[in-house]
């Protein structure tokens, strides 16, 4: 049986989620979604607190290139001096000038062949636990913001929240009684594919630890490993099982 440590420090979660980016102030942190990046285009472009300064970093913390968010819409667009090779990790942040709180997103530049287009195609690439390319025939979300619940499983059910404002927090449930393993924890994603994404999480306590998420519709997603494979995990006191996680706004 394997936990999900992922999500706490001591609750025993054996996958991985936010290690390497975080957020500054989950309380007052700007928002930020970026779209899939293409090995082909030296664009990037997203949605984001309005009038806020998008700056993008390579992995060296290196400054690349920067523009602001409309102070209308929050829609950003960032020119890159040159296109980026397949794989390549940019971290795209998202800096409040006037109160300094920021936010970041890791971002893992996609193949021309496997990256979603925003304007044109509502496909995404995603990989089954085989390890055979398929692809999907829905758009993931661009981020997790949300309350995700999962399904009954002898008993248990479990709940995962992802907000700017309160950051990640957890909740399980059995009957009447509901334990809250993580919360207000800082969190960043680090989309791997257009539909696997390591989540990596810093709880208050300063632990850090990575998950993976594989989504299977625009509105599910279910737990895997750094390999993108299904396996049986749970946290808390939860059974470990198949959980499928249901998006509800």
């Not at 664009?43 to 700056?55: D, H, L």
């Amino acid at each position: 049986m394997k936990k999900l440590f992922g999500f706490v420090a001591g609750l025993g979660l054996a996958l991985g989620l936010f290690g390497a980016g975080q957020v500054a102030s989950a309380a007052t942190s700007p928002s930020l979604s970026v779209n899939p990046i293409s090995a082909s285009s030296t664009i990037v472009t997203g949605k984001a607190t309005k009038g806020v300064r998008i700056i993008v970093r390579s992995v060296s913390k290196k400054t690349l290139a920067n523009a602001q968010a409309s102070a209308k819409t929050g829609a950003f667009k960032v020119t890159l001096p040159a296109k980026q090779k397949a794989g390549t990790k940019l971290y795209v942040y998202a800096r409040n000038s006037s109160t300094k709180a920021y936010f970041y997103r890791i971002m893992t530049v996609q193949a021309t062949n496997t990256t979603t287009s925003t304007t044109s195609s509502n496909k995404g690439a995603t990989t089954p636990s085989n390890g055979t390319q398929k692809t999907a025939n829905f758009k993931a979300p661009a981020t997790p913001t949300g309350l995700w619940t999962s399904n009954t499983y002898k008993g248990y059910k479990m709940a995962v929240s992802f907000r700017q404002s309160t950051g990640l927090n957890q909740r399980v449930y059995l009957g009447k009684k509901t334990a809250a393993p993580l919360t207000n924890a800082a969190y960043s994603v680090d989309a791997k594919t257009p539909t696997f994404w390591a989540i990596n999480v810093r709880a208050k306590g300063g632990a850090k630890t990575t998950f993976y998420i594989r989504y299977t519709a625009a509105n599910k997603f279910i737990l895997v490993n750094s390999k993108n494979q299904a396996v049986k995990m749970s946290f808390g006191k939860a059974p470990a099982g198949h959980y499928v996680f249901t998006l509800n706004k």
